[in-house]
């Protein structure tokens, strides 16, 4: 992903370009196919910070043609003064994938999603 911080005062803006490579094999019964194709998408980042509590909302998307990968979070972390920065995240995230032969030589038609749990550390 390339990006351009669009804004970094108490609140972060984040606009770019991701580019992803799919490689991997579809099998049903007892037919499979390999599938290997880039895919760009635009890209979208935003992150809140609630002053002097560590505690921040924010969320992602990548989106291209077929493909459709996003992420909303709450969150805290600590700052690295003495000790070093820990954090943990909440959220939901979604990927949808819905491409047909042209993008992947099969039909693919992909939907994962649920609730995801971050923890993090900076040593």
């Given amino acids: ?6 804004i970094d005062i108490g609140m972060d803006l984040d ?8 490689i991997g094999e579809m099998a049903v019964l007892n037919v499979s196919e390999d599938i290997s194709a880039w895919q760009p998408m635009l890209y979208v980042s935003t992150k809140l910070g609630l002053p002097f509590s560590g505690t921040y909302f924010g969320g992602h998307v ?6 459709v990968d996003y992420e909303v ?3 805290w972390e600590t700052d690295a003064l003495i000790f070093p920065a820990f954090g943990v995240t909440i959220g939901y995230r979604s990927l949808s994938i819905d491409a047909g032969e042209r993008d992947f030589d ?3 038609n992909l939907e994962s999603k649920g609730v995801l749990v971050s ?3 900076e040593l």
């Avoid at 990548?62 to 493909?67: H, P, R, V, Y």
């Fill in 1 to 6: 992903t390339a990006y351009y911080q669009l």
């Fill in 106 to 108: 099969v039909d693919v």
């Fill in 15 to 22: 606009v770019g370009a991701t580019a992803r490579f799919f």
């Fill in 62 to 67: 990548n989106a291209g043609q077929d493909i």
């Fill in 73 to 75: 979070h709450v969150g």
């Fill in 119 to 121: 923890l993090t550390a």
